[in-house]
């Protein structure tokens, strides 16, 4: 039996589901003839027989295949419900298909080789490497410094820091904005009756981590239980302060989901009225599109700086130094991104096993959403590696193992045994099985090294959880099986990956790791948990259709339609509503959890990442415009600088 937490009737629950709950998944193969009737292209004249003491299996299956795939090209929808039956009879005389045709009845066939070329990323150089770019940006820190020194009313303090922090520069100082929160909380200047400056404050105070409670708020609401008798003293600013700060709130604030409608109903109005370009409609239109809190900060700090210029009250100072930080600490992920490069090549899985995505780039860009901060190049270069791997071994369950080398790999993974894997798996999954191995024990050593703590039966329990969680979705789908939305939720965690992607992450951080958390690592914190689950709900939003489409393993958004009758819409919507929640209880376990600030912070970073990444499609797998010009942006291209 397994517990853990799932989302129910947008509510955050307890359940066990059995270990055996999900069927036996062997495709049992018709001694019919198989037809290919749409196209009249008889595959087979008579019965395939099943011996062997004989070659006439492979081959037979082998042409079953050819034939299909090749009609499937003119009539792909038509002969959809063909080609997966050829498939699944080839597949249940456990031999290898050609991986190209396995990917286009997958959903992958229209896959690109990687844009990003070896020779291109080594060839990447950033002026702002030089040391005269680095002494100029520690003279303008010190002004800025200087700044949050001298200002002294309190909402002032509050609209620096958050100028700072939305202009991705608010790193540089720490200490000094935590002992100017403290002393605003110190001060309970919530006393007040402008909404702006109570919302502005609350927003921070959460977001570092402050118990601050959501009563604040009651003043707008005493006298008629609605936020709409004050707007007439309110102000637009003060609105969108409003709409911004309801997204910190946990599930029994109510208050602040009654802010959020009504706010978010206010602006919207507003820029129906005021889409004028200016600073303010700029803004709002951004907020309404996505909150602060669901963004990405990395790509919040681009889209500021540009935006910060047009503002009324622009400080040049803060903006040249926000640029020039912006593309000295660019050029840092530069010189990772090219050690990385040569890491994936040195490993030698995009050649060998071409029929996995080579994603370098675009795994690279990930570590940076979760968490730019410069000085943790460590980690980055860590789960971008774990990323290539996931990637990799995603793609052997999806489109070229045969379930039967599916299970081999998966006992061989729980087992973490090197002699079993060699002696019986064939040469892509013993490459992909060796470069695992060598990549945590990596990352052992380096923890041995710096904390003195030996993590490999952490690390191998993440990847092993990751596996199985893959081999259940393989099974389901050989066998055609739609599982209930409670058995499916239990797997999903898992095998969208994010818990192994924050484990490593953990050990990786400087000063996260504590020796006392050990323990609640094995089975994984809330926290990650939470989080897993709802990335794992994001990229069902952005996927669902083109696996449908494809016959791939069913989505939360389909065994949520065999549950309960809904409409695809319907289920869409009903998925929405459990993110929701999920946020609300990411928010509550982010405030009270003992886990590293760096550490939660990355959790979010990838949180956002997915919202980000899939919210619209998958960006991750197909190359398109919009995640080319965001690693561009991020990655490539520094901002002009005014001379």
Same mark, same amino acid.
């Given at each position: 039996?397994?517990?853990?937490?799932?989302?129910?009737?947008?509510?955050?629950?307890?359940?066990?589901?059995?270990?055996?709950?999900?069927?036996?998944? #062997? !495709?049992? @193969?018709? &001694?019919? =003839? *198989?037809?290919? /009737? %749409? $196209? #009249? !292209?008889? @595959?087979? &004249?008579? =019965? *395939?027989?099943? /011996? %062997? $003491? #004989?070659?006439?299996?492979? &081959?037979?299956? *082998?042409?079953?295949?050819?034939? #299909?795939?090749?009609?499937?090209?003119?009539?792909?929808?038509?002969?959809?419900?063909?080609?997966?039956?050829?498939?699944?009879?080839?597949?249940?005389?456990?031999?290898?298909?050609?991986?190209?045709?396995?990917?286009?009845?997958?959903?992958?066939?229209?896959?690109?080789?990687?844009?990003?070329?070896?020779?291109?990323?080594?060839?990447?150089?950033?002026?702002?490497?030089?040391?005269?770019?680095?002494?100029?940006?520690?003279?303008?820190?010190?002004?800025?410094?200087?700044?949050?020194?001298?200002?002294?009313?309190?909402?002032?303090?509050?609209?620096?820091?958050?100028?700072?922090?939305?202009?991705?520069?608010?790193?540089?100082?720490?200490?000094?904005?935590?002992?100017?929160?403290?002393?605003?909380?110190?001060?309970?200047?919530?006393?007040?009756?402008?909404?702006?400056?109570?919302?502005?404050?609350?927003?921070?105070?959460?977001?570092?981590?402050?118990?601050?409670?959501?009563?604040?708020?009651?003043?707008?609401?005493?006298?008629?239980?609605?936020?709409?008798?004050?707007?007439?003293?309110?102000?637009?600013?003060?609105?969108?302060?409003?709409?911004?700060?309801?997204?910190?709130?946990?599930?029994?604030?109510?208050?602040?989901?009654?802010?959020?409608?009504?706010?978010?109903?206010?602006?919207?109005?507003?820029?129906?009225?005021?889409?004028?370009?200016?600073?303010?409609?700029?803004?709002?239109?951004?907020?309404?599109?996505?909150?602060?809190?669901?963004?990405?900060?990395?790509?919040?700090?681009?889209?500021?700086?540009?935006?910060?210029?047009?503002?009324?009250?622009?400080?040049?100072?803060?903006?040249?130094?926000?640029?020039?930080?912006?593309?000295?600490?660019?050029?840092?992920?530069?010189?990772?991104?090219?050690?990385?490069?040569?890491?994936?090549?040195?490993?030698?899985?995009?050649?060998?096993?071409?029929?996995?995505?080579?994603?370098?780039?675009?795994?690279?860009?990930?570590?940076?959403?979760?968490?730019?901060?410069?000085?943790?190049?460590?980690?980055?270069?860590?789960?971008?590696?774990?990323?290539?791997?996931?990637?990799?071994?995603?793609?052997?369950?999806?489109?070229?193992?045969?379930?039967?080398?599916?299970?081999?790999?998966?006992?061989?993974?729980?087992?973490?045994?090197?002699?079993?894997?060699?002696?019986?798996?064939?040469?892509?999954?013993?490459?992909?099985?060796?470069?695992?191995?060598?990549?945590?024990?990596?990352?052992?050593?380096?923890?041995?090294?710096?904390?003195?703590?030996?993590?490999?039966?952490?690390?191998?329990?993440?990847?092993?959880?990751?596996?199985?969680?893959?081999?259940?979705?393989?099974?389901?789908?050989?066998?055609?099986?739609?599982?209930?939305?409670?058995?499916?939720?239990?797997?999903?965690?898992?095998?969208?990956?994010?818990?192994?992607?924050?484990?490593?992450?953990?050990?990786?951080?400087?000063?996260?790791?504590?020796?006392?958390?050990?323990?609640?690592?094995?089975?994984?914190?809330?926290?990650?948990?939470?989080?897993?689950?709802?990335?794992?709900?994001?990229?069902?939003?952005?996927?669902?259709?083109?696996?449908?489409?494809?016959?791939?393993?069913?989505?939360?958004?389909?065994?949520?339609?065999?549950?309960?009758?809904?409409?695809?819409?319907?289920?869409?919507?009903?998925?929405?509503?459990?993110?929701?929640?999920?946020?609300?209880?990411?928010?509550?376990?982010?405030?009270?959890?003992?886990?590293?600030?760096?550490?939660?912070?990355?959790?979010?970073?990838?949180?956002?990442?997915?919202?980000?990444?899939?919210?619209?499609?998958?960006?991750?797998?197909?190359?398109?415009?919009?995640?080319?010009?965001?690693?561009?942006?991020?990655?490539?291209?520094?901002?002009?600088?005014?001379?």
């Amino acid at each position: 039996m397994d517990k853990t937490y799932v989302v129910e009737n947008n509510c955050v629950t307890t359940v066990t589901v059995p270990s055996s709950s999900v069927p036996s998944s #062997t !495709v049992t @193969v018709p &001694s019919s =003839t *198989v037809t290919v /009737s %749409s $196209a #009249t !292209v008889a @595959v087979s &004249s008579a =019965t *395939v027989a099943i /011996s %062997s $003491a #004989t070659m006439a299996i492979a &081959s037979t299956a *082998v042409a079953i295949v050819t034939t #299909t795939v090749a009609i499937v090209t003119t009539t792909k929808n038509k002969l959809h419900t063909e080609l997966r039956i050829a498939f699944k009879v080839a597949r249940s005389q456990s031999f290898t298909l050609l991986h190209p045709s396995m990917a286009a009845e997958r959903g992958f066939g229209d896959l690109q080789p990687s844009i990003w070329k070896y020779e291109y990323i080594q060839s990447l150089i950033s002026e702002y490497k030089e040391e005269s770019h680095i002494k100029k940006r520690e003279v303008l820190k010190e002004e800025v410094r200087m700044m949050l020194y001298k200002v002294e009313n309190h909402v002032h303090q509050l609209e620096l820091i958050d100028i700072l922090q939305r202009l991705g520069v608010a790193y540089h100082f720490k200490d000094e904005i935590k002992s100017i929160l403290d002393n605003i909380y110190n001060m309970e200047i919530f006393n007040t009756n402008i909404l702006y400056t109570t919302a502005l404050g609350f927003r921070i105070l959460r977001q570092h981590g402050y118990d601050i409670s959501a009563d604040v708020f009651d003043f707008f609401l005493k006298e008629s239980n609605n936020f709409k008798e004050h707007q007439s003293s309110i102000g637009i600013e003060g609105i969108l302060s409003l709409y911004e700060a309801s997204f910190y709130l946990v599930e029994e604030e109510t208050i602040l989901d009654d802010a959020k409608k009504y706010s978010s109903k206010i602006l919207k109005e507003h820029v129906k009225r005021n889409n004028d370009g200016s600073y303010t409609s700029l803004l709002i239109n951004h907020s309404l599109e996505y909150p602060l809190h669901w963004r990405v900060p990395r790509w919040e700090a681009l889209w500021f700086i540009n935006t910060y210029e047009k503002s009324f009250n622009l400080n040049l100072t803060l903006l040249q130094f926000a640029k020039l930080d912006f593309n000295i600490v660019q050029s840092i992920y530069q010189e990772e991104l090219k050690d990385m490069s040569r890491w994936w090549k040195r490993t030698n899985l995009a050649e060998k096993l071409s029929f996995a995505r080579d994603r370098l780039v675009e795994n690279f860009f990930w570590t940076v959403g979760m968490n730019f901060n410069p000085e943790f190049g460590s980690f980055r270069r860590a789960v971008t590696k774990v990323n290539c791997l996931v990637n990799t071994i995603d793609d052997m369950y999806e489109i070229f193992g045969t379930l039967e080398d599916l299970e081999l790999f998966t006992k061989a993974i729980e087992r973490w045994d090197i002699s079993f894997g060699m002696d019986n798996l064939p040469y892509h999954m013993k490459m992909c099985f060796l470069a695992l191995n060598n990549f945590v024990n990596e990352v052992a050593f380096e923890s041995l090294q710096n904390n003195e703590v030996y993590i490999v039966p952490f690390l191998r329990k993440s990847w092993a959880d990751l596996c199985k969680a893959y081999f259940v979705e393989a099974k389901w789908y050989y066998s055609g099986y739609i599982p209930t939305f409670e058995e499916y939720l239990e797997n999903g965690w898992r095998s969208i990956s994010s818990h192994v992607l924050f484990l490593h992450a953990y050990f990786t951080l400087p000063n996260a790791l504590k020796k006392e958390q050990l323990d609640s690592l094995k089975e994984y914190p809330n926290m990650i948990r939470l989080t897993s689950l709802f990335c794992r709900l994001v990229n069902d939003l952005g996927t669902y259709k083109r696996e449908k489409e494809t016959g791939d393993a069913p989505s939360s958004i389909q065994c949520y339609m065999k549950k309960s009758g809904a409409s695809e819409a319907e289920a869409c919507e009903h998925v929405r509503s459990i993110m929701n929640t999920l946020w609300k209880n990411i928010n509550k376990e982010a405030h009270h959890s003992s886990l590293s600030q760096d550490f939660i912070d990355s959790i979010l970073g990838l949180t956002r990442m997915v919202l980000a990444m899939y919210d619209h499609g998958d960006y991750h797998t197909f190359q398109d415009s919009e995640a080319k010009s965001g690693i561009l942006s991020l990655i490539i291209q520094p901002i002009p600088l005014t001379r």
